[in-house]
């Protein structure tokens, strides 16, 4: 049940950046975040853990900051991965890398917001 949660709060905080950044376009309806979203969450639960002890050095001189940069190295990730998938008219149009930055950012806070309200309830 908490995996389907996590997809399901990654899919929300992924539909939440999408309606901010003008750059992160999905197309496919409110199937595409789903669909990314279940892609992001088996990306963080295998292959996140061990960038992050590879890039400990980086995000202690950076003060965590490097995170950031791993969340837009995840969501680079997942849209690739999308496309590799090929789902019929199922898209993510992110325009460059900086668009990644901020909706990392803003899909890390996005994020941490769902799981606290859902935590307390």
């Known amino acids: 049940m908490r995996i389907i949660a996590t997809i399901l709060a990654n899919a929300l905080a992924l539909f939440l950046v999408s309606r901010v950044l003008e750059g992160f376009v999905f197309e496919g309806g409110v199937v595409a975040p789903i669909i990314v979203g279940l892609i992001l969450t088996v990306l963080n639960f295998i292959l996140k853990p061990i960038l992050k002890i590879l890039s400990f050095p980086l995000v202690f001189l950076t003060g965590g900051l490097f995170l950031i940069v791993l969340n837009a190295l995840m969501l680079y990730l997942a849209d690739y991965l999308l ?10 149009a992110v325009d460059g890398f900086l668009t990644y930055l901020l909706a990392a950012l803003i899909f890390g806070i996005a994020n941490w917001l769902i799981h606290w309200f859902l935590k307390d309830n």
């Open 83 to 92: 496309a590799v998938m090929d789902f019929e008219g199922v898209d993510l």
